[in-house]
């Protein structure tokens, strides 16, 4: 008997079965048999894999939750051209936080009920636009804000909602505020 299929090999045979045709995310998890970490498996298809399955930040006629694969034609092997040394140190400079919607690693993830919040590299200016893999033009993104699976950047706050904000909070939320910002500011780059 054949071993069933991954949930990575479903959601590949739907792309391929579909090419050309663009696809919403609910489609996509469907074919997948209804997996949690859907998105995950298309990254790997994309980064790993090289299929070029175009999410909508690389397509402008695409809305968010809407994907494409074009072609069959495979990109070679992803360059990892991001070392862990690399990585760390924007994690690190980043203070493990999203730079788009602000969620920390490990934060329960808002999109998914039992998973936590996965970081990873996002370019400041898009590769496509010539922003290349240096720590500089690179930040700390969830892995939602990178696949435009969140609608919205937030617009960062400013200080007097801030303030008001941290001022009504809770005096144990105000310790676990305090923590945190002692925690941050002790590493060594600030920007
Ligand atoms: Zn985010």
New binding site residues.
């Given amino acids: 008997m054949a071993r069933p299929k991954s949930s990575k090999q479903l959601i590949l045979d739907n792309f391929l079965a579909n090419r050309g045709k663009i696809l919403e995310s609910r489609d996509i998890q469907a074919a997948s048999g209804g997996a949690v970490e859907w998105a995950r498996r298309v990254r790997e298809l994309r980064n790993e894999e090289g299929y070029q399955i175009l999410p909508h930040k690389d397509r402008a006629d695409l809305k968010p939750n809407q994907y494409l694969l074009e072609t069959t034609k495979r990109t070679p092997a992803l360059k990892r051209n991001i070392s862990k040394e690399t990585r760390a140190w924007v994690l690190e400079r980043n203070g493990y936080t999203?730079q788009?919607?602000?969620?920390a690693a490990g934060d329960p993830d808002p999109l998914g009920s039992d998973r936590t919040v996965r970081l990873t590299m996002g370019h400041i200016i898009d590769k496509s636009k010539g922003g290349d893999d240096t720590p500089q033009n690179l930040r700390a993104?969830?892995t939602?804000?990178n696949e435009g699976l969140?609608n919205t950047s937030l617009p960062k706050p400013d200080q007097i909602h801030l303030l008001a904000q941290v001022r009504r909070a809770t005096i144990d939320d105000q310790k676990v505020l305090l923590k945190w910002l002692l925690q941050n500011f002790k590493r060594t780059v600030v920007e």
């Fill in positions: 999203c788009m919607c602000g969620v993104i969830c939602n804000c969140q």
